[in-house]
């Protein structure tokens, strides 16, 4: 059974940075592609940041040069270093994969960028 466990949400002011982990139960080397995924309320979920093959990586444009995606994999995590926070990047942050053609997520973690 694939679990992904999001940590490392909280309050910080804008400006300020934060850590998100994603504590995958497989092996992360195997995967392919992860990603980060954000979600305010009555809106969709969007893409945030994605790693493939855990080198190629892609951003939201909101993002770039803020935020950057990494994974390691002798910890079977995957990471979101995020600077340089906006109010408007309040959202639960969701980690995500597919694999076996089933797309699994977390539960997620709330982000608040509020002074």
């Known amino acids: 059974q694939v679990q992904l466990v999001e940590s490392g949400g909280g309050l910080v002011q804008p400006g300020g940075s934060l850590r998100l982990s994603c504590a995958f139960s497989g092996t992360i080397s195997s995967v392919n592609v992860m990603g980060w995924y954000r979600q305010v309320p009555g809106k969709e979920r969007d893409l945030v940041a994605r790693?493939?093959?855990?080198?190629?990586?892609n951003y939201a444009d909101s993002v770039k040069g803020r935020f950057t995606i990494s994974r390691d994999n002798f910890k079977n995590t995957m990471y979101l270093q995020m600077n340089s926070l906006k109010p408007e990047d309040t959202a639960v942050y969701y980690c995500?994969?597919?694999?076996?053609?089933?797309?699994?997520w977390g539960k997620g973690t709330l982000v608040t960028v509020s002074s």
């Open positions: 790693i493939i093959r855990g080198i190629y990586v």
């Open positions: 995500n994969t597919e694999m076996g053609g089933n797309i699994y």
